[in-house]
Structures are given as C-alpha cells and as structure tokens.
C-alpha cells in the first residue's frame, strides 16, 4: 500500500508559477512510477505528466510540454510538477498517482495503482 498526499495548490494570476510536491508514504517509493493528472470542472480527469522510477523516462501531455517540469526524489519519496506561465486553462484540482514497478513514463490512467486525494490550483485571468 502507498498513501500519496498533494500539496503546493493555490491561487494565482497568470504567468505565476508554482510547484506541487507529493509525498509517498508505505512501500518503497523507488519501485514507482509517478504521475500527475488534473480534473476541471465538468471534465474528465485527464494526464498531465508522468515519470520512471529512475527519472530516465518523463513524459507530458501537449498542453504542458514546455511549461510544467515532473521530478522526483527518492530519498525524500516526493514527486514534484513544477508549473510555469500558468493559464486559467490549468485551472483544475490536480492528483498525483503511484504505478508499481514502472521505470517508464505512462499516460495511461489503467496503469496507477495509487491515487491522492488532490490538490486545487486555480489560475485567475
């Protein structure tokens, strides 16, 4: 079992940045690999980015490519999404997700085993 707590959300105008962080708690956080997705409202809670357990293997949506950066540390077992010139597209509660004994980035929801309970950005126009 792993518990996955996001945090790091909050208002901001646009341009602003901020950086999410997920903290891993319960098996060997190394063994995972993470990703982050996001819902707005009235949609479908939809990939955003992803990384191998190693860090070798990233991979983003469209949407962010260019503007959000994932990272982890497995010492700290915490993974990040640093967000650049945010929009209030981006707007959306965002999760974090553990998928187990994957070194590759995934986009696939199916693959996550583990899922926080969210973090809210809202980017203000």
């Known amino acids: 079992q792993v518990q996955l707590v996001e945090s790091g959300g909050g208002l901001v105008q646009a341009g602003a940045s901020l950086r999410l962080s997920c903290a891993a708690s319960g098996r060997t956080f190394s063994n995972y690999a993470m990703g982050w997705f996001r819902q707005a409202p009235g949609k479908e809670r939809g990939f955003v980015a992803s990384?191998?357990?190693?860090?070798?293997?990233?991979y983003y949506s469209d949407s962010v490519k260019g503007r959000f950066t994932i990272s982890r540390d497995n010492a700290k077992m915490t993974a990040y999404l640093e967000m650049n010139s945010l929009q209030p597209d981006d707007t959306a509660v965002y999760y974090c997700?553990?998928?187990?004994?994957?070194?590759?980035?995934?986009?696939?929801?199916?693959?996550?085993?583990?899922w926080g309970q969210g973090t809210q950005v809202t980017v203000s126009s």
């Open positions: 997700a553990a998928a187990r004994g994957r070194d590759t980035a995934t986009y696939r929801r199916s693959d996550y085993d583990y």
């Open positions: 990384i191998g357990w190693s860090s070798s293997s990233t």
